[in-house]
């Protein structure tokens, strides 16, 4: 029997191949080096399905996947909430005496400046939070200190120093599951989301227009964010997302008014509400 596999961006041990462990143990993770080769991976069937990271609390959307939705023929069939924890890790034998550097991906720097100034330690950027715990694994340099996630120090023999270093405790990542096939979640069966991408035709308060029937029909968009396409300034395209099911009435209306306002609508995908969503 073939083994069943979900892609990540990222080295072993970082947040995504976390999510891929928690929410699908059963699949084999497969680490790449870029979301380009995530998506490619499955889009050749090379693996079954892809975790990618959305949004982050601190960060705000994660760039370049926005760019990858419109023009792939995968479909969101889950999303997945991960509160991130970042631990400080060295070699067996180090201290916090011992550091003098601390390596990690720029955004986790930035989110554990606490830890980093208050010692004095030089932050050195790294491409990937679980690669700078490789690297530092690698050196076996005791002045050396990756901030990674906490499955990195086990895949990598290190030894975990502080626990939760991270400055806030509300950092939160969110992640989409892309399948091949679609996958759309039964109507009248719990929370749905649905994810949508659109272009506004170019004319006077065209996106006023657009988003009123979702207003009028009782509809809750929880996300609307712009980008420019084709290198124009007129070229706007939107990535949206609602509460509820396109078999609903008042969102099949809604979507039904979109259309006499845009051209290219595209639903990525329904699916259900994940439980902290709901908790948020």
């Known amino acids: 029997m073939t083994t069943r596999r979900i892609a990540y961006q990222g080295e072993p041990g970082a947040n995504s191949?976390?999510?891929?462990?928690?929410?699908?143990?059963?699949?084999?993770?497969?680490?790449?080096?870029?979301?380009?080769?995530v998506f490619a991976t499955v889009e050749r069937g090379d693996a079954d399905l892809a975790?990618?990271?959305?949004?982050?609390?601190?960060?705000?959307?994660?760039?370049?996947?926005?760019?990858?939705l419109p023009t792939t023929n995968l479909h969101i069939v889950a999303e997945h909430f991960l509160r991130i924890q970042f631990h400080l890790m060295a070699v067996p034998g180090a201290t916090t005496g011992?550091?003098?550097?601390?390596?990690?991906?720029?955004?986790?720097?930035g989110q554990c400046r606490r830890i980093i100034t208050g010692n004095?330690?030089?932050?050195?950027?790294?491409?990937?939070t679980a690669g700078a715990a490789r690297e530092v694994a690698e050196s076996g340099d005791p002045t050396q200190a990756a901030i990674a996630?906490?499955?990195?120090?086990?895949?990598?023999?290190?030894?975990?120093?502080a626990a939760d270093v991270e400055d806030e405790d509300h950092n939160t990542t969110r992640f989409v599951v892309l399948s091949p096939e679609p996958q759309r979640a039964p109507a009248g069966?719990?929370?749905?989301?649905?994810?949508?991408?659109?272009?506004?035709?170019?004319?006077?308060?065209?996106?006023?227009?657009?988003?009123?029937?979702?207003?009028?029909?009782?509809?809750?968009?929880?996300?609307?964010?712009?980008?420019?396409?084709g290198g124009h300034f007129t070229a706007t395209q939107f990535l949206a997302e609602v509460d509820g099911h396109p078999d609903d009435v008042g969102l099949a209306r809604a979507l039904e008014e979109l259309q006499f306002f845009t051209h290219e609508v595209k639903i990525l995908g329904v699916y259900p509400a994940d439980p902290h969503r709901l908790e948020a």
């Open 51 to 68: 975790m990618i990271p959305i949004d982050n609390t601190l960060a705000g959307r994660v760039a370049d996947i926005h760019h990858f």
């Open 98 to 109: 011992t550091i003098r550097t601390v390596h990690s991906h720029v955004h986790a720097l």
């Open 120 to 128: 004095g330690w030089r932050p050195v950027i790294s491409g990937d």
């Open 189 to 229: 069966d719990g929370p749905v989301v649905t994810s949508f991408v659109f272009h506004v035709r170019n004319l006077p308060a065209a996106l006023y227009k657009a988003l009123g029937g979702f207003a009028t029909n009782g509809v809750n968009m929880t996300k609307l964010e712009s980008y420019m396409v």
């Open 149 to 161: 996630p906490p499955l990195a120090a086990e895949i990598y023999g290190l030894e975990v120093l």
């Open 17 to 37: 191949h976390i999510v891929c462990q928690r929410h699908y143990p059963e699949l084999e993770a497969v680490p790449c080096a870029s979301f380009e080769e």
